[in-house]
């Protein structure tokens, strides 16, 4: 006999620690529980961190089915909360017979014999065994109380060591985490695709579903990374716990979110001791406070390495601005200024070859093409010097430029002529961009240009802009074709109107639209 109770245990041993992972162990724990000593249910229930009550309930012997018709799982009271009161072994023949047994919630099997052990991990009670109605209808033996009590010790030995090797994957986690958006900050990564892999970090970081950053913008919140099952990308809800995180820097944790299918915990993202946005990592499961507390940390590494990508980006951006500048400025103090005394001196000449005409045509044609030079170094020194993060018209012309660039052949040449960002209200402005992005857009379409102009002139009382090339085709039959109704529209919206004629050299087309100002 006593040689078959010391080989059940060794074998409750050996099943429970041949698993690393937490989870198993205390599943392992309690199946072997049962059937060292033949019992029909068993339970392990984990204390929660005060101490007071059951954080995790792990059983055997009823399907998820029963469990779904019983509720909510045990909190710790009744018989259950005698052993967290007392964690001492307990052994009862009928568990209606305790004076602190307050019976069964309904759809429950009936349970009758009970034994209870308590799990110690570093001399603390991590959790207790729970194990009803023997097989066989007898009650608990004492020999069974103590292989239970053996195993429990047994088990506490491999929770702690399944503790340990959890906190090494998380930490290897936490370094991997921190490693890539480090790498993605700089590397230069553009703040958007740096948050977005913050919250990819965070959200395999503690194995969330879904993770999101949330900032303050114009007095309300906005989303502006989500990743996984996180809210898509716009404004938050008011009063939701994400605006506390916000206001009051501190972290917290729900159990149901409108932003998450699920629970959710937040966390600030600081700089200089100011909070700017706010991490979530949502998850179907509870997060516990371990995982909390390790996204809080991963937090504020986070926003050590998005302030300094911001800073980084910052200085990258300031010295763009300066050379910048500084070629504007050799351009207008060297180029333009050459340019300019050549055409005063071709203007010179011209007036002492007066009887020749052929001559003075050509001198007057290359006057003509070095003021048109002129105009156009004046136009790419205006670019310059307004950095691309800068609103504004020739900005957003030439944004829309650049952008349709890679459908034609060419690059288009763009001019600008007058105070343009000057005298352009918000209103035309907001038709002028449009009309640019169309026309070249059906240039690159059906045009099959090699060479696309664009000229854009501003005056006290007019704007008007000229789109043209050299492409096949000709004015006729390709009123359709260009869309030029969308443009002719917008330009009678403001008052204007639009001309269609030949374009460069006498091939392609140009299109004219202009508006009063």
Wanted: net charge negative; glycine share 10%; charged share 25%.
């Amino acid at each position: 006999m006593r040689e078959e109770r010391v080989a059940r245990l060794l074998d409750a041993v050996l099943a429970v620690t041949g698993d690393l992972q937490l989870e198993s162990v205390l599943a392992r724990v309690i199946e072997s529980a049962c059937a060292m000593v033949e019992a029909r249910y068993g339970a392990l229930g984990v204390l929660a961190d005060d101490g007071q009550g059951l954080s995790e309930f792990v059983t055997t012997g009823i399907d998820d089915a029963a469990i779904e018709r019983i509720g909510r799982l045990p909190e710790g009271r009744g018989i259950l909360g005698v052993l967290i009161a007392h964690p001492e072994p307990l052994r009862l023949d009928d568990l209606k017979d305790h004076p602190a047994s307050f019976g069964f919630p309904r759809n429950h099997p009936p349970m009758n014999s009970f034994l209870g052990a308590p799990i110690r991990v570093r001399d603390e009670v991590f959790g207790n065994l729970y194990l009803t109605e023997k097989v066989g209808g007898r009650g608990f033996t004492a020999d069974d109380e103590q292989l239970v009590v053996g195993l429990a010790a047994v088990a506490g030995a491999a929770i702690a060591n399944a503790r340990l090797v959890g906190d090494l994957h998380r930490r290897d986690a936490w370094r991997s985490a921190v490693m890539e958006v480090t790498t993605s900050v700089l590397s230069g990564d553009a703040p958007d695709r740096a948050h977005e892999r913050v919250s990819e970090a965070a959200r395999t970081l503690i194995g969330g579903t879904g993770a999101a950053i949330v900032a303050a913008a114009g007095g309300s919140a906005q989303v502006i990374a989500s990743v996984g099952d996180g809210p898509p990308i716009g404004p938050v809800p008011a009063e939701t716990p994400v605006a506390e995180v916000l206001a009051e820097g501190v972290a917290v944790t729900v159990e149901e979110s409108v932003l998450f299918p699920g629970c959710v915990s937040w966390v600030p993202l600081r700089e200089r001791d100011e909070v700017v946005a706010a991490l979530g990592v949502g998850s179907p499961q509870p997060i516990v406070a371990s995982d909390a507390a390790q996204l809080a940390l991963f937090a504020a590494q986070a926003s050590l390495a998005l302030a300094h990508g911001r800073v980084s980006s910052d200085l990258r951006r300031l010295e763009r601005i300066e050379d910048r500048e500084r070629i504007g400025r050799d351009l207008h103090d060297t180029v333009i200024q050459r340019l300019f005394a050549t055409g005063l001196g071709l203007q010179a000449l011209a007036r002492r070859v007066e009887d020749r005409p052929e001559v003075a045509e050509r001198l007057a044609r290359a006057v003509d093409d070095v003021d048109a030079t002129v105009k156009e170094i004046r136009s790419t020194i205006f670019a310059l010097q307004a950095p691309p993060e800068v609103a504004s018209v020739r900005g957003d012309i030439l944004r829309v430029a650049d952008e349709i660039a890679s459908m034609l052949k060419n690059t288009p040449r763009v001019r600008f002529e007058g105070p343009i960002d000057t005298v352009v209200s918000a209103a035309v402005a907001e038709h002028l961009v449009p009309v640019v992005r169309e026309a070249l857009t059906n240039v690159a379409r059906h045009a099959d240009a090699e060479r696309v102009e664009v000229h854009l002139a501003a005056s006290a009382s007019r704007l008007e802009l000229l789109v043209r090339d050299d492409g096949v085709g000709g004015v006729e039959g390709r009123d359709g074709g260009f869309g030029l109704g969308n443009i002719r529209d917008r330009a009678r919206s403001c008052g204007g109107g639009l001309d269609i004629g030949d374009g460069l050299e006498g091939r392609g087309t140009e299109v004219r639209w202009w508006v009063p100002l």
